[in-house]
């Protein structure tokens, strides 16, 4: 069982475009996250939810809108899509004290 | 702000060779500290994890000593394989719990045969 799934995998657009990547996790745990890999690998946080309430937004565009409908789903919306947005996208979650579990990520690639 | 500091890479070691790969952190309060691994084409996975100080992690043959005096969380392994060809992420969480993490930007490690 997979225990945090981003949709889709792989993400090819146009700039200007909308796109939307969906996560799901089955472990139960109440807070989730999306984080950003660059192309030299380095990894910031996005956004953070806890209950479904958005706890942390590091600063994001507001190009990038996160949606949680329940605690076991945060998905990430993307208005307007610009070059410097290809990056892949990693979605994670985490329980109390417990280390946070990470998705495969998604590959966002702007044309 | 908390922040993480690892060695450049690339590290390139033959098999069996013996591994140390440097992190040192800055926080305030007492952090925990993370090794997370990036195989090719995957997403991130917890290599092991430290809660306070002289705590040890180890999975795998990694092993890594959370040390306050000299704030650092380094990895090592006694000898590497193929396999553990991978990125290395040196991470910390600043408080107890659902905090984001803090990543250190990655090193990355190919083991030749």
């Known amino acids: 069982d997979t225990a945090v799934s981003q949709t889709p995998k792989y993400l090819v657009t146009q700039m200007g475009n909308d796109k939307s990547i969906k996560c799901e996790q089955n472990?139960?745990?109440?807070?989730m996250y999306w984080y950003k890999q660059d192309s030299k690998k380095f990894l910031k946080i996005m956004f953070s939810?806890?209950?479904?309430?958005?706890?942390i937004n590091e600063t994001v565009p507001n190009r990038f809108s996160p949606k949680s409908p329940d605690k076991a789903h945060l998905n990430l919306h993307i208005n307007s899509l610009e070059l410097g947005d290809s990056a892949v996208y990693f979605c994670?979650?985490?329980?109390?004290?417990?280390?946070?579990?990470f998705g495969d990520g998604t590959r966002l690639s702007i044309l | 702000g908390d922040s993480v500091t690892q060695m450049e890479g690339p590290v390139t070691l033959s098999e069996e060779a013996f591994l140390t790969i440097n992190c040192t952190y800055t926080?305030?309060?007492?952090?925990?500290l993370f090794w997370y691994v990036q195989y090719p084409g995957e997403g991130l996975q917890l290599l092991l994890k430290?809660?306070?100080?002289?705590d040890k992690g180890s999975n795998k043959g990694f092993e890594a000593t959370y040390r306050k005096e000299t704030t650092s969380f380094h990895l090592e392994k006694g000898s590497v394989q193929v396999s553990d060809s991978a990125v290395y992420f040196c991470?910390?969480?600043?408080?107890?719990?659902?905090?984001?993490?803090?990543f250190g930007k990655g090193t990355r490690l190919s083991v030749i045969a």
């Open positions: 994670a979650s985490s329980h109390l004290d417990q280390p946070q579990h």
């Open positions: 472990l139960g745990h109440d807070t």
């Open positions: 939810y806890n209950n479904k309430e958005l706890i």
């Open positions: 926080a305030t309060g007492y952090p925990s």
């Open positions: 430290a809660t306070k100080a002289d």
């Open positions: 991470a910390l969480s600043s408080s107890s719990g659902n905090t984001p993490l803090v």
